[in-house]
């Protein structure tokens, strides 16, 4: 397929793992931020191709993964009621609340509906004068112009039925929380190509300069990636630590202007829970006052909802790299894809799920072998 | 007050009731055509002869069918019978490269087919939702009857219900089917053997993408159409060049490829190892299933059989396989190993090897 197989060429892709191998002196410890990066990552096994050179650890970027538990309730609560018709993106139906999750409240007759576009709600909405249509705002600064836009054109098409229930992140704070982690072990970042298309890269110049890390802003195909790895590797072996582009096809220093401004319109910053995680200073985006009436929380009144997650879950610990999926006590046991714990085993995002999914044989091949030697 | 014609509305207000001459209503005379099923056809009166009469008979009609009894009666040689059931329910009822008509066949005699049984004979039970346009109705006993000639089925018995609407989802079709397994060749899962080759009838991953774009809430266009097709001629074909080294055969609809190889191997207890650049996969579908986010692999195929073949056979059953039209594009995919019995793993594109496992539920579409 055109623009697609050009970045999954085999070839290109042993020499470009070759050549990484080649030019790391030691094994560098490099964290790709984005869910997407971790699924291409693990599916197409490239962490084997370079083994011994390169250890990557799986960031905290799958918007489904880090949606805290309580905004889940929220979620169920609103698709619970008579008068609602729930929509959200399809990865999120499947995320375990404290009691059930948004698949079992449609199947005990809810209205929830997938939708591919924040603004398909909105059309619901103009279509069902009748009810309260929400939709469910999560993601990092990838969708939230798309969700700024459906919450502008509300207002200015006059369409009241139509609320969101904000759950948004940005992804600076994140890397900054990680980086000034008394383990901390990351020591270059492959930045969010996505997320880095819509808001450019300059807010990570100072984190690069302060934290002395490289960073890399990369794409999701297997050679974005590999080529991302080499970027960065090839900085710590120098010693430098600048931000560099390697998604240079969609990505520019800038951003795309018009997006930002419409988030900047709609949101603002605020204090925003990440599950797992806790709480980040400033991480998250929330509704500006003006737009306050599209606001589900308000409108429903939801803020009495509350919950704290299961101490079980190491879901933190994963999302910030201190553990491997496979080393939390839980994995494959009494958390896998089919009765979740913790959010990073439901998307096919989540780290948790890809190990899963795409590496439980390699996971078990060197538990045996482990167990062999002992 | 003036007339209404809420019987209710009149009484104990000391207000005459109103009569039929005041409404100005006129005695109903019983419609003779009907644009839509009506609960009356499924009655059991003189609706429900008239539909199979006009509707089910012209074409499926034959002596078995035509014995109007309350059961066939089938003479059978010596030999053994399989049996197989599958209820189809899909929406939409109509979709590119079919509709529910033409699946309900081709999924029953299939999973016979998949038995190394020739499909000899079918039933159908029918539930229609009152309100379903007969038209539709007709669209899909057309697409049932050459899907049952096509692969050499007879329809020997039948039944239909009408529920009210909102009841049903148009329509629901069952079908049974029978047939003779051919002597001397009994392909199943336990008979697969470290070494076996791993081949793929055609491209996959159409039917479901199909399904999916053709469902107007995404919005999508594609070129993608079902590959919904009888696969017997296929599998007569394999068994003609190769005889009892076809090993196993299954048909990887709900779940896919990925999920029909992992059945084969945790029944099998041996080990899968796929090729992922071998695997085909037609470009619409690639380009479909990267835009919603989903797998190729554990999309739904109605037109595509998994043979596990002895490895000193599996020349001759590609080339057999490619003699046919529906076979045109039969690949070999992967191999049968003694390493990790039960698991599927797959050299992917980049050369890196993955894990191919079972999904927990549905594919659902990804957040960016």
Redesign the interface.
Known sequence: ?KF?SEY?D?AL??AL?RRIRETATRQWTLMEVCG?QTHTI????????LAGAVEMIHGPGC??CVTPLEQIDRAVALATRDDVIFTS??????VPGSDCDLQQVRARGGQV??V?SPL?ALTIAERHPDKQVVFFA??FE??APANAMAVWQARMRGIRNFSVLVSHVTVPPAMEAILSAPDNRVQGFLAAG?VCAVMGWTEYEPIAARYRVPIVVTGFE?LDL?EGMLLCVEQLERGTHEVVNQYARAVTREGNAPAMRLIREVFELKDRQWRGIGTIPMSGLGLRPAYAEFDAERRFALEDIVASEPVECRAGAVLTGQLKPHQCPMFGTAC???RPMGAPMV???GACAAY???????T??AAATAGAGT | MSATLDPVAGAGSGAPAPTIASTGLTCPVPVATHAHVVLGHGSGGKLSARLFAERFWPRFGNPILGQQADAALLEVAAGTLAMSTDTFVVRPLEFPGGNIGDLAVNGTVNDLAMMGAEPRWLTCGFVLEEGLPLEVLDRVLEAMAAAARATGVTIVAGDTKVVERGKGDGIFINTTGIGMRRAGWAPAPDRIRPGDVVIASGPIGRHGTAILAARDDLGLVTTVTSDTAALWPLVDALHGACGDAVRALRDPTRGGVASTTNELAKSSGVGFRLDEASVPVPPDVTAACEMLGLDPMYVANEGVLVAVVAPEAAAAALAALRSHPLGAQAARIGAAIADHPGMVTMRTHVGGTRVVDMLPGDQLPRIC
């Open positions: 397929m697609l999954r085999p892709a042993q793992a997407g693990v599916r197409q096994g490239l962490d084997e191709l918007p489904v993106f399809g990865d999120m139906l499947r509906r997938i591919y398909d999560v993601g990838t969708t996505h297997p590999l896998t894809p089919e998307s096919s995002e899963y999914n795409y590496g439980r044989f390699r078990a091949r």
